[in-house]
T-cell receptor, first 114, second 111 residues
Framework: ETGVTQSPTHLIKTRGQQVTLRCSSQSGHNTVSWYQQALGQGPQFIFQYYREEENGRGNFPPRFSGLQFPNYSSELNVNALELDDSALYLC?????????????FGPGTRLTVL | DAKTTQPPSMDCAEGRAANLPCNHSTISGNEYVYWYRQIHSQGPQYIIHGLKNNETNEMASLIITEDRKSSTLILPHATLRDTAVYYCIVRVSYNTDKLIFGTGTRLQVFP
């Protein structure tokens, strides 16, 4: 069973640029959630994708967008990068079957915005 | 905002039990209590979850009070590799199983 993978592991961008982060979900999972974790803080929910549609969103501006593909992998896109976007970006996959299921996290992508 | 409160840090001697408390006084009847941990710079790792009964797995035990307003995660024989930030989370939504993390408890296991 393959776990959740993310790419790239590290990324450096400059303010105003755009970035795409990628996530491959665990085998058998149909849902991908994205989280942002600033230094010293707990992860913050960005949004979730289920069956290629956004299925819930946290308090993040529209310049944070995503996609889910038929194989359930996902992308997180961030436009017009700001310095405060520097963080660890985590994706988690799960099977959305009800209130009793766990999320499996990937290792994260460390984004630095200069 | 997170629906749980945890102490910011705790210490535990290697080989001893680590008991991590969590308060969730506003928990609803259909909400589960989840525990995750995050070892430095890695993704969070699922530990255990429960609704109202005590639960045990190969990693830990979860004790939930009868009124469900608090719980305790027990690592029965802590090792140095258990040093991590431990998050207690109440599941807030049925349709979107998003997790709302607080700042967690930083557990330091010492030799």
């Amino acid at each position: 069973e393959t776990g959740v993978t993310q790419s790239p592991t590290h990324l450096i961008k400059t303010r105003g640029q755009q970035v795409t982060l990628r996530c491959s979900s665990q085998s058998g999972h149909n849902t991908v959630s994205w989280y942002q974790q600033a230094l010293g803080q707990g992860p913050q929910f960005i949004f979730q994708y289920y069956r290629e549609e956004e299925n819930g969103r946290g308090n993040f501006p529209p310049r944070f967008s995503g996609l889910q593909f038929p194989n359930y992998s996902s992308e997180l896109n961030v436009n017009a990068l700001e310095l405060d976007d520097s963080a660890l970006y985590l994706c988690a996959s799960s099977r959305l079957t009800g209130a009793d299921n766990e999320q499996f996290f990937g290792p994260g992508t460390r984004l630095t915005v200069l | 905002d997170a629906k749980t409160t945890q102490p910011p840090s705790m210490d535990c001697a290697e080989g001893r039990a680590a008991n991590l408390p969590c308060n969730h006084s506003t928990i609803s009847g259909n909400e589960y209590v989840y525990w995750y941990r995050q070892i430095h710079s890695q993704g969070p790792q699922y530990i255990i979850h429960g609704l109202k009964n005590n639960e045990t797995n190969e990693m830990a035990s979860l004790i939930i009070t009868e009124d469900r307003k608090s719980s305790t995660l027990i690592l029965p024989h802590a090792t140095l590799r258990d040093t991590a930030v431990y998050y207690c989370i109440v599941r807030v939504s049925y349709n979107t199983d998003k997790l709302i993390f607080g700042t967690g408890t930083r557990l330091q296991v010492f030799p």
